[in-house]
């Protein structure tokens, strides 16, 4: 999947018109952080690291994004309650959310 498409994605399912840009560049930047992570923490111990995101993980760094950007301003929170509502997260942030769904590559010494 393309950068382009990993975009538009993250833009439907958060309901950013696709003609509205004016979110493109902190998606991206989110983009590129969970890419990273993915990358970092699958490939932890390996000598050989592709350069882009399997194909099996795309969609975990879409819903990575997806976590990160509707989280964003309550980092590091697991719950919170104001005015009679109460909010639990699954995951604290971006990095724990990949953490809990990409498998590292095992490595022998």
Same mark, same amino acid.
């Given at each position: 999947?393309?950068?382009?498409?990993?975009?538009?994605?993250?833009?439907? *399912? *958060?309901?950013?018109?696709?003609?509205?840009? #004016?979110?493109?560049?902190?998606?991206?930047?989110? *983009?590129?952080?969970?890419?990273?992570?993915?990358?970092?923490?699958? @490939? #932890?111990?390996?000598?050989?690291?592709?350069?882009?995101?399997?194909?099996? @993980?795309?969609?975990?760094?879409?819903?990575?994004?997806?976590?990160?950007?509707?989280?964003? $301003?309550?980092? $590091?929170? *697991?719950?919170?309650?104001?005015?009679?509502?109460?909010?639990?997260?699954?995951?604290?942030?971006?990095?724990?959310?990949?953490?809990?769904?990409?498998?590292?590559?095992?490595?022998?010494?």
């Amino acid at each position: 999947m393309t950068a382009a498409a990993k975009l538009a994605m993250v833009k439907t *399912l *958060l309901r950013v018109d696709s003609a509205d840009t #004016s979110e493109d560049a902190l998606i991206t930047s989110y *983009l590129d952080m969970a890419a990273q992570e993915i990358l970092s923490w699958r @490939y #932890s111990n390996a000598r050989n690291v592709p350069a882009a995101v399997p194909a099996e @993980y795309e969609m975990t760094q879409v819903q990575a994004v997806i976590n990160g950007y509707t989280q964003s $301003g309550v980092e $590091g929170q *697991l719950s919170s309650s104001e005015n009679g509502i109460v909010r639990q997260f699954q995951y604290s942030d971006m990095i724990s959310y990949i953490r809990a769904h990409v498998i590292p590559v095992a490595g022998t010494v």
